[in-house]
């Protein structure tokens, strides 16, 4: 059993098309592993426990048939702002504890159509906002690298549950980092896609034209494979593109000689940590030692300003999206009330967390009248010029390199008290979701034993790109073989 | 930029978000101090920028309007927190 808690998506996948594992088998590791550590992870908001045994041995029979894919049978998380018909999706919000979908999120239709076992539904921060997942109405994941600290977030669960074996892979969101940032202090490997690369519909809205869905996986061959499944236009997306979806895995390739990489000094802020930036700084190196060209001297001159326009739009479509909860769809509604003005206020009051609320009202007033010119269109332009630069650093470099973030980890509760520090926590990964382009993040090494993750970044389309540089540093350097410490009896 | 009390308290009613004393004095401090960092966007010369709503250039995506399977009136109301009828139940408008 030992040997099944790390196996990758493609050695799963080899081991069931052999006969010599069956999902049954490989979905009841995974069971007695989340058994064993989710007391102190809290990984999960709910464990789908018979559902996915249901579904294992329905795989069983599809492979024993001979018609299936590489992700048949193979035990996933989907993160908790996914729709699921008939369980429950509660985006770690008291607003839907109880909600359940009649519906499947497109990317949750495309994976069952490949024979998905879903062994339950990620932790999150509430309505996917925050960068710890401390803001789970619920209760906190911790990091398996260190259970005082945090595993990062929104999509906090979906990276403790692949990097500790709870699950084989997992599908996060990420609308300024929430796929990244946690990939990268859980030291597993994460990617954002480029806006309409995935369909979003089914995805429980945070900030509409930020929001992508994308793949947390332990290597960068399963995040190719679990890509492949999940991309491609949705006509019930309008803004998802249509545009072919090429072979991912055809670009794993380890070789990146002569590949332009260049490093955006603004990125190594004032702020960062020795640590981080001396693992960067040797990732870089080991990059160019591959055969890569570095330009250590690009500049993306309007980053400073990307943090204040990303919590200007993202909260402004965020009160938007938000106004939906009113107690009388569905979700939570305030039982006794004097009026239905009085009753929906009550339903928000209780219903959502305090970083929701900051955010609505944060948004509100961005968009009330005699400040959005000074605040939501002045964002608006200001996201033009950072797209821009963008695009004049890919007219030189095929990809930018940076780190995921400027910390390791932190402790929990550190930063609840300040929420400007903890929206610091995603600078390095804010501005790729302004420009709406895709980025990757992959286990770069460990400062004390606390995992950084390094971030490679291309311009709209570039995913393949993406997965060529990641895999051939994957490849040399193998950071992502080390497993966390945390062990099921005791600490 | 210093949010006063009674700005966040009429902040809070155009959101609908109930609010007590504790947080209107949370918030008037957090979201003054937020803005006031945030004035650094004033700095960035903007000048004939036009603004970006979306990363993707799409206008107007429309498609045929065909009919397909929707859901049934039993899914759609199985979460709703009173429904009567087969309708969703509300509250008075007019009181």
């Known amino acids: 059993m030992m040997a099944k808690r790390y196996l990758s998506i493609h050695e799963a996948h080899e081991l069931l098309a052999k006969g010599e594992v069956s999902s049954v088998e490989l979905t009841e590791a995974a069971l007695q592993r989340i058994d064993e550590v989710e007391e102190k992870l809290r990984a999960f908001v709910t464990v789908t426990r018979e559902l996915a045994l249901e579904q294992a041995r329905h795989a069983d029979e599809r492979i024993k048939s001979g018609e299936f894919s590489v992700l048949t049978g193979i035990p996933a998380m989907i993160k908790d702002n996914m729709c699921t018909r008939g369980t429950r999706t509660t985006c770690a919000s008291r607003m839907l504890e109880s909600f359940v979908p009649p519906y499947d999120a497109a990317v949750v239709e495309k994976l069952n159509a490949q024979g998905m076992v879903m062994v339950g539904k990620g932790n999150m921060d509430e309505f996917a906002m925050g960068s710890s997942n401390e803001h789970s109405a619920f209760f906190p994941a911790h990091n398996p690298w260190d259970l005082e600290r945090v595993p990062g977030g929104s999509s906090g669960g979906a990276a403790v549950s692949v990097a500790a074996g709870e699950c084989i892979y997992a599908l996060g969101s990420d609308t300024g980092g929430s796929i990244r940032q946690p990939a990268g202090f859980c030291s597993v490997v994460g990617l954002k896609p480029t806006y309409g690369r995935v369909s979003r519909y089914g995805l429980v809205a945070f900030a509409s034209s930020l929001d992508q869905i994308g793949p947390v996986t332990r290597d960068v061959t399963d995040c190719a494979i679990v890509l492949n499944a999940i991309a491609g236009y949705d006509r019930q997306d309008s803004t998802s593109v249509d545009r072919p979806v090429p072979d991912y895995t055809k670009s794993l390739v380890p070789d990146i000689s002569g590949l332009r990489i260049g490093v955006p000094r603004e990125y190594f802020v004032e702020g960062m940590e020795s640590g981080v930036e001396q693992v960067i700084r040797q990732a870089i190196g080991k990059l160019e030692e591959l055969g890569a060209e570095i330009d250590w001297d690009v500049s993306l001159p309007d980053t400073p300003a990307a943090l204040a326009c990303y919590y200007i739009i993202a909260p402004s479509e965020a009160m938007a999206n938000l106004a939906r909860y009113d107690g009388v769809k569905y979700g939570y509604s305030a039982p006794e009330a004097k009026s239905m003005w009085d009753a929906m206020e009550k339903t928000r009051q209780y219903g959502f967390g305090p970083e929701v609320k900051r955010r609505i009202m944060l948004g509100t007033y961005a968009l009330s009248a005699g400040y959005y010119e000074a605040y939501y269109l002045k964002a608006q332009k200001v996201r033009t010029l950072i797209a821009r630069e963008f695009s004049e650093a890919f007219a030189q470099c095929d990809v930018l390199v940076t780190p995921t973030s400027p910390t390791v980890p932190f402790r929990i509760g550190e930063k609840m008290d300040d929420p400007l520090q903890m929206y610091l926590s995603d600078v390095c990964t804010l501005p790729i979701n302004i420009a709406g382009i895709p980025g990757i993040s992959v286990p770069a090494g460990f400062v004390d034993d606390l995992p950084v993750g390094m971030q490679i970044l291309g311009e709209p389309f570039s995913e393949e790109m993406l997965l060529r540089v990641a895999f051939a540093y994957e490849q040399a350097t193998g950071w992502g073989e080390r497993k966390p410490p945390v062990q099921g009896k005791g600490r | ?95």
């Open chain 2, 1 to 95: 930029m210093r949010l006063s009390r009674e700005e966040v308290q009429h902040i809070a009613l155009l959101a609908r978000l109930g609010v007590d004393e504790a947080d209107l004095q949370k918030f008037s401090e957090q979201l003054s101090n937020i803005l006031e960092n945030f004035e650094i966007l004033q700095k960035v010369d903007t000048t004939g920028v036009p603004p970006t709503s979306h990363p993707v250039a799409l206008s107007n995506v429309i498609r045929d309007d065909e009919a397909a399977p929707s859901l049934l009136p039993g899914e759609v109301l199985a979460n709703a927190p009173r429904e009567e009828d087969g309708c969703f139940r509300v509250r008075a408008v007019l009181e």
